[in-house]
């Protein structure tokens, strides 16, 4: 799990600039037609996946009406494009697992393009299954670690289901089982604790460490597979020292 965090604060840059260009919502645009489709209700309390894109949403101040027209998309009462849904997996540079969530409405250009992308950055394309099994699906939150005090972050969120309180780059990670992902975040928001991140993510298990060219090609491949239209959300268990990811 180290070096999660780093990934966390590139995304975190990036994600300013991205929003002015409006990728931060299309992408959640996207997530939100869904799981309002697939979880077959526009009812964000009978519909966990849309409950937490919805979340993911007001995190990033998208207005409410945006919200409610890509429900109705996914709900079938607005028209709207009919995306779908497909992971892919591969290997980066100096071997570091790679996990990459689509969601698109042309899958032959999705895979061309990821394909290409990680060719162009020293990686490739793997079966699917050969890099997921090193992955957790967990709940995430990133905390700085000036805004709490360790004592108080742990009593909170541990009486509230949380599984780990772990220290990495200056901050405090939060880990918990997805189930209870929405109660450790609402007693965060009630006792005022600010947090960097909150989500839903993929954990790896173990990491692969970096250094030099293979650092800064892995980098350029996160950034471009995140860039990429057709790419809502990418994972890596790449650790990477910290000045590289600095001058990132």
């Known amino acids: 799990m180290s070096g999660h965090s780093k990934w966390s604060s590139i995304k975190h840059k990036k ?21 309002a489709r697939m979880g077959g209700s526009g009812d964000p309390a009978a519909n966990p996946r849309l409950r937490t894109a919805i979340l ?29 849904e497909n992971n892919y997996e591969g290997y980066g540079p100096g071997g570091a697992a790679v ?32 890099v997921s099994w090193m992955f957790d ?7 700085d670690k000036k805004t709490v005090d360790e004592d108080k972050l742990m009593e909170i ?3 509230a289901g949380a ?15 997805t189930a209870d992902f929405e109660m450790v975040k609402e007693a965060l928001d009630k006792a005022s604790i600010v947090y960097r991140d909150a989500e839903v993510t993929m954990l790896p298990k173990n990491t692969t460490n970096l250094q030099g060219k293979e ?20 994972y890596t268990n ?11």
Request: charged share 35%; net charge negative.
């Open 215 to 234: 650092a800064e090609q892995m980098i350029r491949l996160m950034d471009m597979l995140d860039d990429c239209e057709d790419v809502q959300k990418v």
């Open 15 to 35: 994600g300013a600039a991205d929003a002015k260009r409006g990728k931060v919502f299309t992408k959640l645009i996207k997530e939100i037609t869904v799981a």
């Open 99 to 130: 996990l990459v969530e689509s969601l698109t409405d042309n899958k032959n250009r999705a895979v061309a393009d990821i394909r290409h992308i990680f060719a162009k950055c020293g990686g490739n394309m793997g079966e699917n299954g050969c």
């Open 56 to 84: 993911a949403a007001k995190a990033e101040n998208m207005p409410k009406d945006n919200i409610d027209r890509a429900i109705k998309k996914g709900t079938g009462e607005l028209e709207g494009v009919n995306y779908e």
């Open 163 to 177: 599984e780990d309180v772990r220290e990495d780059n200056g901050v405090w990670e939060v880990i918990t089982a």
């Open 137 to 143: 699906k967990r709940g995430y939150f990133c905390v």
């Open 157 to 159: 969120v541990l009486d």
């Open 238 to 248: 790449a650790d990477i020292p910290d000045e590289i990811f600095n001058a990132a």
